[in-house]
């Protein structure tokens, strides 16, 4: 560098940086960082879209209060948390099974092929694959129902039920993120060397003890880096609530998302959506905290 | 060696069964959206169509604007894209090359913005939209869009320009390169590979998206495929299958092709994406 070209040229060079990072910036600070304390601010006031903005006022944490002792608001962040847990858990579970399979030196010559089949469902639009679940789902012309006549049951009303419209939504979600869970532990267990699995073999070791004992220990942060993003991912669960269920029977499949949403852009009552969306978030945070936490004390 | 086979076996029946549980739905769409009314409306269901109809797409061209919504689709998806690939190598880029006063400040910013669910967004955007009147525009839709995508592309570029090597551009810095001219001519092309994975990833959630479009977009010229088929769903009560099948079919080309021409990008797109990111 020339140090003698003077002061000119030493702003420039200090400006460079800003200049290349300075689009991105800019719009992280007016998208994101703005409306984020501005949804904040929003919280704080009685802001309703039907009423003039002139009666608009501070009501402090009046919102918070609403929402939180709102039974219907309570109820949909439990059935969320439920679904979260057997939506992760089926997905870990299955796309496990998925990779061993796929890992298998048996069947590798073909895992290319079925991997691309396999990931078809994660590239689809929520909003189709949750349309092309309804049509699977229909109460008399579905397949599923044909299916499940066929082996001498009752026919099961997929949306008109609680409980079998809980089922679902869980199983939209699972055949759609799936596959994701089975991308990342090939890639996990692709970095497993393979030797380690043959001196285990040569001493007495059983697969299913290996597996236990050898493989997941491994692949333990990759398992929890599947779950965390997974779990992040099913407490925002919106897209397949609205074209499934809306919410139905009654407000039975209500999520957070779309409890807020309702609250905001049908109910009109933006403040108390704002509300539901910072305890949202909060929720979020914390869930992430723990997770972080854990993975921590796995590494120690 | 019996052992053995009896083993391949069971994998590739398992293998078999996932097959059918992951494609069925959709073959079942796609072979549901050129049944004709009285096929669909059949117990049992025709799980081979006895004849082919293209009413249900003639249907959703005319009755409802899926051509519309296809287009609007892919102009959302294809801008958003290409700003937020210029954006983010360039945000990018000036992270990985330069030590500088707020660094770390607006990189933490950016990971924490990755955090705040989009419904956070929703409401601001409404408001503020609206009174700036850029609710209900494409315009409004793509720059939310891009913003969206931005953390985890600068975060996915940074970590690629990182791996580059810092002789590199100190040879390039010698040879009179300027700072723009060694991102544009040298680091850029080195990465190519990292922005076919980080385009397919911002293209398909553009491509995907659906609640924020959903409080930002109202009419039917401006609305985009999921938000469009949505408004079909919630329009007409009796459940129009063969439409909704049809609608699904032309939703899905995209994301097939994608998946068939650059598969190789795509996984590793999806593993790097949650890996790194």
Avoid at chain 2, 1 to 12: A, G, P, S
Avoid at chain 2, 30 to 58: C, D, R
Wanted: net charge positive; glycine share 6%; proline share 5%.
């Amino acid at each position: 560098m020339k140090q003698e070209t003077g002061a000119v040229k030493k702003i420039s060079e200090r400006a460079l940086p800003y200049v290349f990072i300075g689009p991105a910036v800019i719009l992280i600070t007016l998208l994101a960082i703005v409306p984020l304390f501005y949804s904040i601010y929003i919280s704080l006031l009685n802001y309703n879209l039907s009423l003039p903005n002139t009666m608009i006022r501070m009501t402090g944490l009046d919102n918070y209060k609403y929402m939180l002792t709102n039974g219907p608001f309570m109820k949909s962040i439990g059935w969320t948390m439920v679904f979260t847990f057997f939506t992760v858990l089926l997905n870990v579970t299955l796309g496990m099974i998925l990779a061993l399979t796929l890992n298998n030196e048996k069947v590798s010559r073909q895992t290319k092929i079925f991997k691309s089949l396999f990931i078809l469902p994660m590239m689809l639009a929520p909003v189709v694959s949750t349309t092309m679940w309804k049509i699977m789902f229909g109460a008399i012309y579905g397949p599923i129902n044909y299916l499940i006549e066929a082996l001498g049951l009752k026919a099961v009303a997929w949306t008109g039920e609680t409980l079998p419209a809980k089922i679902a939504v869980i199983i939209i979600d699972v055949w759609g993120a799936t596959p994701f869970c089975m991308l990342i532990l090939i890639a996990a267990l692709q970095t497993v060397p393979r030797d380690i699995y043959e001196s285990a073999f040569i001493d007495g070791a059983n697969r299913v003890k290996v597996f236990f004992k050898i493989t997941l220990p491994l692949i333990r942060n990759f398992i929890a880096l599947v779950v965390s993003l997974r779990v992040m991912d099913a407490l925002k669960i919106f897209d397949s609530i609205m074209i499934l269920t809306d919410g139905g029977p009654g407000d039975t499949t209500e999520t957070m998302g779309t409890m807020i949403y309702k609250t905001a852009f049908r109910y009109m009552n933006v403040g108390a959506g704002s509300a539901g969306a910072i305890i949202f978030f909060v929720i979020i945070i914390v869930v992430t905290l723990i997770f972080l936490k854990l993975i921590r004390k796995d590494r120690q | 060696m019996r052992k053995q086979n009896v083993e391949k076996v069971i994998l590739y029946l398992l293998l078999a069964l996932f097959v059918i549980v992951f494609l069925f739905p959709i073959y079942w769409a796609v072979t549901t959206s050129f049944k004709s009314a009285g096929q669909i409306m059949k117990v049992p269901p025709e799980f081979f169509p006895s004849s082919w109809s293209l009413q249900n797409y003639a249907e959703v061209f005319t009755k409802h604007q899926i051509g519309t919504y296809f287009i609007n689709s892919l102009i959302v998806s294809v801008t958003t894209t290409l700003c937020a690939i210029i954006v983010a190598t360039f945000a990018g880029y000036g992270f990985s090359r330069f030590k500088f006063k707020g660094r770390a400040f607006w990189q933490y910013a950016i990971i924490v913005m990755r955090m705040v669910p989009g419904l956070v967004f929703i409401i601001p955007y409404y408001i503020i939209f609206q009174r700036l009147g850029i609710l209900d525009t494409l315009f409004g839709l793509i720059i939310v869009y891009i913003t969206a995508a931005l953390p985890l592309a600068i975060w996915l570029f940074m970590g690629f320009f990182d791996e580059l090597p810092t002789e590199m551009f100190e040879a390039a810095k010698i040879d009179g390169c300027s700072e723009f001219g060694t991102y544009w001519r040298i680091a850029l092309p080195l990465i190519v590979p990292g922005i076919v994975v980080a385009a397919i990833l911002v293209f398909l959630a553009a491509y995907n998206e659906f609640s924020l479009s959903l409080v930002l977009i109202f009419t039917d010229q401006n609305k985009t495929l999921p938000l469009g088929i949505s408004g079909m769903i919630q329009l007409q009560k009796d459940t129009p299958f063969g439409t909704l099948a049809a609608a699904g079919t032309i939703a899905f080309i995209p994301a097939l092709i994608l998946a068939l021409t650059t598969q190789k990008y795509v996984q590793a797109g999806i593993t790097a994406g949650a890996v790194k990111g």
